[in-house]
């Protein structure tokens, strides 16, 4: 098994202050290890808040990302702390959900990343927001996101 060169990372390891804004956050990323091959990481953020820009209340989502690396991976710490800097950000679903999604593509350009951000109901209408990048590369295993569409009670 081959360990992966964390050497350049300013925040594993290390007492780090939540970030004030996502456009502050640092992402960071480690090289893959195991490039060449195409496979899917997931990461899932069933709590992720941040505030609607026009009253300031909270708003809530599960978030699903999932993506085939090329010679990056994404540092999940720094990864939780960009969600976390969204918790005093004031932006529309679908601002957040496509930022969130810009930003790993940028940092990492993936062979492939899609997310799937499912909004809990702010005035009584759920919104979830899809993007991914293109289609999905041929012989990949993709698993459902596995998020129900809301249903409220039942």
Not at 54 to 63: L, R, S, V
Not at 78 to 97: A, Y
Not at 104 to 118: D, F, M, T
Request: hydrophobic fraction near 35%; proline fraction near 8%.
């Amino acid at each position: 098994m081959t360990m992966t060169d964390v050497s350049g990372l300013s925040q594993l390891g290390k007492q780090v202050d939540a970030p004030k804004s996502p456009e502050e956050a640092v992402l960071e990323r480690v090289p893959n290890s195991n490039q060449g091959m195409d496979y899917v990481t997931r990461f899932t953020a069933p709590e992720f808040t941040s505030l609607c820009p026009m009253t300031g209340q909270p708003d809530f989502a599960h978030i699903v990302i999932d993506y085939i690396p090329d010679a990056y991976l994404v540092e999940s710490k720094s990864l939780k702390l960009f969600f976390t800097s969204f918790r005093n950000h004031g932006s529309f679903h679908e601002d957040c959900s496509v930022y969130i999604a810009k930003r790993l593509v940028e940092l990492l350009n993936p062979k492939w990343l899609r997310i799937g951000a499912y909004w809990y109901p702010r005035g009584g209408i759920p919104i979830d927001v899809f993007w991914q990048t293109g289609d999905v590369p041929a012989g990949v295993w993709l698993p459902d996101q596995g998020v129900p569409t809301y249903r409220g009670r039942g």
